[in-house]
């Protein structure tokens, strides 16, 4: 019965038009994270054959220049969440992702361990981020996507982003990270108390001239004024389990 179910994942290859399909690692997720985010690391360790076997599919179709936008950007954000679940159940147990690597950021931290073949690139986490996302993508919604595998961080979302629902995707990760009351405290406007995520990535919520403000109140339910008292809330690095 094991070997069945996974050669029924390893059946989800390419679909027919050419590009990676997240089938396994939509499956993985449907199955092991909650609706708000919090994951069972040791279901996952469970069926790691098919993680792996996601992640080899992933390794061996790097997005060719063909692929539509959002059939790229789907194909990082489930690149950089499923490999840093890896990279977590390979440690695991473990309080934090930080406890993984050093201090000194894009040197020696946990973002920066090179485990990660897709072609004939050898990269990190953070390369994922800042070169494949962030340097090619601008849209700020990614920063709700991507997940570190930490309490504050938005919610490893349960089921894997496709370029056929990437917007609406997109849009809802965003509104719930900003509904979420430990990782963003709107309850009073006028001294909004924010994720980090705000002022650590503040430029790239200012697109077209908007402001960082300006982009919460395009997605919150709560509107903040643009004179609002702003605070950061503390960023919880452990483990989201």
Same mark, same amino acid.
């Given at each position: 019965m094991k070997l069945l179910a996974f050669l029924l994942f390893g059946a989800f290859?390419?679909?027919? &038009? *050419?590009q990676v399909s997240h089938k396994q690692w939509d499956q993985l997720v449907k199955?092991?994270? &909650?609706?708000? *985010?919090?994951?069972?690391?040791? *279901?996952?360790?469970? #069926?790691?054959?098919h993680l792996t076997s996601y992640l080899t599919l992933l390794s061996n179709n790097p997005p060719k220049s063909s692929w539509t936008k959002d059939e790229t950007l789907a194909y990082w954000i489930n690149a950089y969440n499923a490999f840093t679940v890896q990279l977590i159940i390979k440690h695991y147990p473990v309080e934090s992702i930080k406890d993984l690597g050093g201090s000194i950021y894009k040197v020696n931290t946990s973002w920066d361990i090179k485990f990660i073949k897709i072609g004939y690139e050898e990269l990190d986490l953070n390369n994922?981020?800042?070169?494949?996302?962030? *340097?090619? +993508?601008?849209?700020?919604?990614?920063?709700? @996507?991507?997940?570190?595998?930490?309490?504050?961080c938005p919610r490893l979302r349960f089921e894997?982003? /496709?370029?056929?629902?990437? #917007? @609406?995707?997109?849009?809802?990760? /965003?509104?719930? +990270?900003?509904s979420f009351k430990i990782k963003n405290d709107l309850s009073d406007p006028s001294q909004p108390k924010l994720s980090k995520l705000f002022s650590w990535y503040s430029g790239d919520f200012k697109l077209e001239g908007q402001?960082?403000?300006?982009?919460?109140?395009?997605?919150? &339910?709560?509107?903040?004024?643009?004179?609002a008292n702003v605070d950061y809330l503390d960023y919880n690095w452990n483990l989201n389990e």
């Open positions: 290859t390419l679909n027919l &038009s *050419g199955k092991h994270v &909650s609706e708000i *985010g919090n994951v069972n690391y040791k *279901g996952i360790i469970q #069926d790691k054959e994922i981020e800042h070169q494949k996302i962030r *340097g090619q +993508f601008k849209e700020p919604r990614i920063h709700f @996507a991507v997940n570190c595998a930490s309490v504050s894997a982003y /496709t370029a056929e629902k990437l #917007d @609406a995707q997109l849009t809802d990760q /965003t509104k719930y +990270f900003l402001t960082v403000i300006d982009f919460i109140n395009k997605y919150a &339910s709560v509107k903040i004024p643009e004179n």
